[in-house]
């Protein structure tokens, strides 16, 4: 049987770049001849992309000439380049032609997936698991491939971003990552950059789940898809506390009902901040570090997801049983940084810290406290701390005050950047200057 193709829209694309050149830019960074199916027809839109990232002429000439060291040296190349300068339909419809083209390549791709799947089945070699994740990744890797890639040149690159150094006017557009929404962790870390693994430890009771709502809720309102995994609070109290800071209103208050008059008008307020704000919410407990990543696939996929915050690490489980503790969380990491990679997005994961911290007498934590530490101080690009004085010593000076500790950043500096935390709203503010001479 033949596989999909569609010789006739390959042939009338070619002949739209031959008659027009201009089309040639309708189509690069959709089209790549690895998706024609002719092999004659692929070596010329190889040659036509050559051309065209020269700024050279595309035509019969030119195309001869870099297609002279190929070994098809019984094929035609001129009779055949010359009947597609002559093809009539070859004119308006490129971008159709460029769809058709694609359409069939995706098709031949799904066959050739779909012949590795049933060979994975048929082998049983495999955990379950595993198999149900290489289908995920097979399927989603040729689904990925369908959509445009954006490739440029590293000097033009460069040359864009000195431009936007040296305007002040552009202050805001070198920023590169996902904003947290607070405005001093933004400075030191350049917001949340793709394909990072980003950890946010801390001992129980520091805020870690806070902080992350709060990012959360900053960065969707942002309007960025945020997929947020909670393994141990359910998506009914996310949402009550949620609803808490936007309103602020006492959380505590929320969930014994005993609301007033001044607080249903901040709810309705935090209401219509929270109606369109794309937070997609996963409470299923003891979640498998596979379903994670096939959970989070789909969302990428349906709803495009920007970041990935999963509250906590320690509390997944591996798709096997591994009797270390510490190998299994070892795997867990190294597969929530690939993930990151692999979908090109932050992933933020909440960690505990072991109980070391607590016989100290300055309990800032350090790397090493880190649970099971070895394999997230190396997988994570980013690694922060939360830490609130008032926690160990009530009559603090520093009541109300949080601080995020960087203890790693792959890309930037370490430091600590304090943040204003509202127990009464289980929430956190960025820290006015004024409020503090140590802000910076």
Known sequence: MVPPNSIEAEKALLSSILVDNSQVNSVLGVIEAEDFYDSINAKIFNVISKLSEKDEPIDVITILSGLEKDPSKDFDFKTYLTSLFEMPEGLFNIEQYSKIVKEKCTLRNLIYASNKIRQRCYEQRDDIEDIVDFTERTIFDVTEKDSPK?????????????????????????????????????????????????????????????????????????????????????????????????????????????????????????????????????????????????????????????????????????????????????????????????????????????????????????????????????????????????????????????ELIIGKQRNGPTGIVKLSYIAQYTSFENLAFEDDESYI
């Open 150 to 402: 954006n490739y440029v040149d590293v000097y033009p690159l460069l040359l864009d971003y000195f431009k936007k150094l040296t305007s002040k006017k552009h202050e805001d557009e070198i920023f590169t990552g996902i904003h947290s929404g607070f405005s001093h962790l933004d400075e030191y870390t350049n917001g949340f950059q793709s394909s990072d693994l980003v950890i946010i430890a801390g001992r129980p009771s520091m805020g870690k789940t806070a902080l992350s709502l709060c990012i959360a809720k900053n960065i969707a309102v942002k309007k960025i898809p945020v997929a947020f995994f909670s393994l141990e609070m359910s998506k009914e109290q996310l949402a009550t506390r949620l609803l808490a800071m936007t309103a602020k209103i006492d959380s505590s208050t929320l969930r014994k009902g005993k609301i007033h008059d001044p607080d249903i008008e901040n709810i309705h307020a935090a209401l219509a901040i929270l109606e369109d704000i794309p937070i997609y919410i996963d409470d299923s407990a003891g979640i498998t570090i596979t379903e994670l990543r096939a959970k989070t696939r789909r969302l990428k996929r349906e709803k495009g997801v920007g970041i990935v915050i999963i509250d906590y690490l320690q509390l997944m489980k591996t798709s096997r049983n591994i009797e270390s503790r510490e190998q299994a969380i070892a795997e867990i990491s190294r597969s929530l940084k690939g993930l990151a990679k692999e979908l090109n997005i932050p992933i933020i994961a909440l960690s505990q810290l072991n109980r070391m911290v607590e016989s100290r007498s300055d309990k800032r934590p350090q790397l090493a406290d880190l649970r099971e530490s070895g394999a997230i101080e190396q997988d994570a690009d980013l690694i922060m701390f939360v830490y609130r004085e008032e926690v160990y010593k009530k009559d603090t000076e520093s009541k109300g005050i949080a």
